[in-house]
Each structure stands twice: as C-alpha cells, then as structure tokens.
C-alpha cells in the first residue's frame, strides 16, 4: 500500500517536472502453488511482488515508467523516466486520465479463507488428487501432475484529478494431468476447479474427470474429410473466444481496421441464438473487479445481443477518439504492464439443451473436446482458424469413438453464424488473463479435414 505522503510526494514531483497531470498505478501480488508426483510433494513455491507505476501526460502524450524500490533515489528515477518517456511518444492517440468517484470494494472479490489455510491442507489435496486419479482405472498409468494454487492481489490508483481506487482480491484452483495407456495409445487429459473460496474447490471430482477423460481418449482413430455438424464442448467454446473476441471487440482493433468486425452496432453478425457479453462482476469468476486499471468503474454490457452488433470495448483514449463513455476494459499485467483492452469475463447466455440433447440433435457429427494450436493456428485479424482437434464421432446421436488427428478450419464469424443450438452447462475456465463463462455448442456444416 502507498502511504498518504509518499503518493503526494510522487505526485508533487511529476507537476513540479512538467506533467500537467500524472497518476500512481499500485499492485501487489501473492502467488502460492503446491504439487505432487509420485505419492510426493514434488515442488512449491509461495511468492510476493510488489510495485509501482507512474504516467504523466503533457498535451495529450503520455509518458510510463515503473520501480519496485520505492525511496527517494528511485522516486525521482521514476519521475524523471516517465517524463523523458511522453517526449518519446509518437502515437495518434490523445491521452488522458480518469477522474471520477472513489471505488474501495472488495466485498464480492475477497474472502480471506486462502491465507488462513493451514498448510497441512493443500499438501493433502494434492496428495488426495493424485491417488484419486490413479485409483480411478487401471489405464491410467500415469500422473504427472497434481497441483493446488492460490492468489491475493490488491490494486491501487491515485491520479492529481482526485481519483483514489483500490480493491483486494483472492481466488485458487486445482489441476490434475492424467496418461492413460491400453498397451497401444498413451494418451493426456487434464482437469480443474476454481473459486473463490477453498471450500468450493471439487478436488476429488476434478481428478476423477481427468482420469476418465484420458480413458475415453483411447483407441482414438482420425476420419474422412468432409463436411460435418460439430458440437463444441462448453471449455472449448470459451477456449475459442478468448482467442478472438478481445481482438473483435476492441475500439482500438476497430479503429486501426485490425478486427474482423467493423465500428457500425445493430448489425447481424451471428446466428440470433447467440449473446455474448462482458459481465465484469459475474459471481463465481477469479477475474471480475469493481474498477479496470484506468480506475473506471465496470460494467456489464452486450457484445453481441441475440446475433446482432452491440458495444465495443473502449479505454480512455479510445472512447476520446469516438466520442463516447469508456467502458471500463483498459486492463494491465501488473505493474509493468502497458494497458491493453480487453473483456473482464467472456459470458454466452445459456440455451435450452443439456450436453446430451445437443448431441441428440446430430444423426453424424463430432463432439470436440479439445483444439490444438491457438497460439499459431488461429489469426485474430481476420478471423480465420485452422485448428488441431479431438473428440468423439458421433452416431445417432450417440458418442461411438474416440477422434484425433482432424483439422477444423473455418472462420469465427462464420462458426458463430452456423450455431443451430446452444447448451445450458457454462462453465467457467482458468482466467490467463481473462475469464469465459461459456456452453456447448451445436454449429453446422463445419469443414473438418482428416486423415483420408
């Protein structure tokens, strides 16, 4: 936490140096992770940082500098680095700051429970997870990895135009990783669970649905190219999104003609089944805050409402540039980290059809599982993919055999048009950074390339 006098102090010196206005930009983390191998506690490790971050802003350019060594010596470091920096700014952007109410919430964010674990408690999870796993079939030969985390972070921002945020937060999770083998195929899968409190963790279900998951993977075969209906398992969709919606939906995207969409709303670009929004304060997420780290305050808001064209994600200087309100997505990677838009939490609304129905609703098709190679295969820009996947062939509406070694390729505008039906089981994923709340999906006529 910065001390009264010290973020004055800071504040004092950039005015004095030059800034018509500067803000102190304050995060502190706590990381603890534990795992198991082998019956064994393998690693752990509980780390702190701490830092902070200063922008000036002359004119409309911004400078940025950063120090996790707060004295005087490295103050005026901080000060005099941020203002050397807005000389060096040459973008077409106006800068400015954020100067609004006071936000100290950390009432929905923050429960405590994490740092009063005792430690005796995530060695036995772990421990309990990985003898869960390999008890769970005798196919399963192999557990590499049983882990257990958790995180506090508190933010704070203070600017010379009066705002004063802050908010503390906390959350954990589990994964497990399973190999499965029959003597022929030895083959991964791997589970997990979050929230916010460490009660509502499912460590001996999340290690059974890893083990089970590998298992069904064996004797998995690839299939005949072609042209095939497609159900989109619920943590695969929100896999999918997150590639591609902070790039469509960003102002700054738009703007620069870097999005596959454009700025008009009201526009048809999906099939009227599908609702996509930003839900900043959705109950159950690791990633939902009361404030972004302009310190606008959050809000809930349509992307895409029953197919149509709605809101995009806006930072100061992007909302500036199209004359409206931010909305409240400008987002860093800490301290050191320069703002990038981007969606708090990814949420689709829920259809009418359990996982079963919307397989149901396939006479042939696929159930995919898992996509390989979001970080190359996928090109937000455009909006193209050409993806690895797994998953099942499906029969009369009926899972019948494992799949592998099948391409999907298509774009996201067009898969989210081809939507015939949407699931209710939204599941929540791992937030790196950001969090999908999201359903299985039905989509037609998807170009699947297989071995043959």
Known sequence: MIHADLKQKILSLASRRGAEMSEIFYRSSRSFSISAYNGKIEKSSD??????????????????AFTEVIDDTHLETLVESAIANMALNNSDYSEELYAGAKIHDESSYYSGLYEQLPVEEPLDTVLEMEKTARECDPRVVLVPESRFGFFVTETHIYNTLGLEDYYREDGGYIFVVTVASDGKQHKTSFAYDLARKPESLGHVE??????????????????????????????????LLATFVPTMF???????????????ADKPIASDLVS????????????????DDQGVPTRRKALIDKGLQKSLLYDLKTARKDKVQPTGNAIKNGYKGQIQISPINISVEAG?????????????????TSLE??????????????????????????????????????????????????????????????????????????DIAGSH
Request: no cysteine; aromatic share 6%.
């Open 47 to 64: 780390s702190i940082s701490a830092g902070i971050s200063l922008k000036t802003v002359r004119e409309g350019k911004a400078g940025f």
């Open 206 to 239: 999340t290690a059974k649905r890893a083990a089970s998951e590998s298992v069904e993977k064996l004797g998995a075969e690839s299939l005949k190219s072609g042209k095939y209906d497609i159900v989109i398992r619920n943590d695969v969709f929100g896999s």
């Open 352 to 368: 009418k059809y359990d996982l079963d129905e919307l397989l149901a609703k396939m006479d042939m098709g696929i159930l995919v």
């Open 250 to 264: 960003s102002a700054e995207m738009v703007q620069r003609g870097l999005s596959p969409i454009k700025r008009s």
């Open 373 to 446: 190679g979001l970080h190359s295969g996928a090109k937000p820009v455009s909006g193209e993919f050409s993806l690895g996947a797994q998953g099942f062939l499906v029969e009369h509406g009926k899972k019948t055999r494992s799949v592998e070694q099948i391409t999907l390729s298509s774009d996201i505008l067009s898969l989210l048009r081809h939507i015939q039906a949407v699931g209710t089981d939204r599941v929540f994923s791992i937030p790196m950074p950001r969090t999908t709340f999201t359903p299985s999906v039905l989509i037609s006529n998807m």
């Open 276 to 291: 996509i929004l930003d839900e900043p304060h959705l109950s159950g997420s690791l990633s939902s805050r009361p404030f």
